[in-house]
């Protein structure tokens, strides 16, 4: 589930509790987590909702300025039945921790091995070890100079990327990438 930058500030802040979506499936349910740049957002509450009951503390409470702006947001935005996503900031995001870790135990250097043995053979080709690789001789170069020079498309590079970044081993920056001490540590060992 993808936030705006307006409802990941509201959550930040405490002004925003809830956002709008249009589903023709609901997939995430009360408890679904999502990693974010501010940290995890936990899903509270999910109720379909019919257009004209949205309220002006709806608007409000989901960053937008009134209620018109969240009805016309909405209309935007999908297919199918319109739903409330009660939402809260659950914590910070674990990959920082996670990617702060310089020194791998045999049990961490294993199960990433694991993991990433597994998304190589998922491919058409190893891609894990030259993604890490050309990050690191080549931090905070913006994402279309390296996926060309992988000869991937830039969407496809940068899901590869996020993957990777998901496991701790790289950050993302303004421009670019860097490896992370856990990834430093990775390619070292």
Known sequence: MLFTLITLRGLSDGTVDRTFRRWQVVRPKPGSRFTTKIGLVEVTKIEKVAEEKLTPTDAKRSGFADLAALIKWTRAKGEGDLYRIRIRLAGPDPRIALRQ?????????????????????????????????????????????????????????????????????????????????????????
């Open 101 to 189: 870790q310089d020194q791998l135990e045999p049990d961490d250097r294993a199960t990433l091995d694991t993991k990433l043995g597994r998304m190589d053979r998922a491919a058409d080709q190893p891609w894990t070890r030259p993604t890490l690789e050309l990050i690191q001789r080549r931090p905070a170069v913006v994402s279309t100079d390296l996926a060309a020079e992988l000869g991937l498309p830039r969407p496809d590079f940068k899901i590869r990327v996020r993957r990777l970044k998901a496991l701790g081993l790289t950050e993302s920056l303004e421009v670019g990438y860097r490896l992370s001490p856990r990834g430093e540590a990775y390619l070292r060992d």
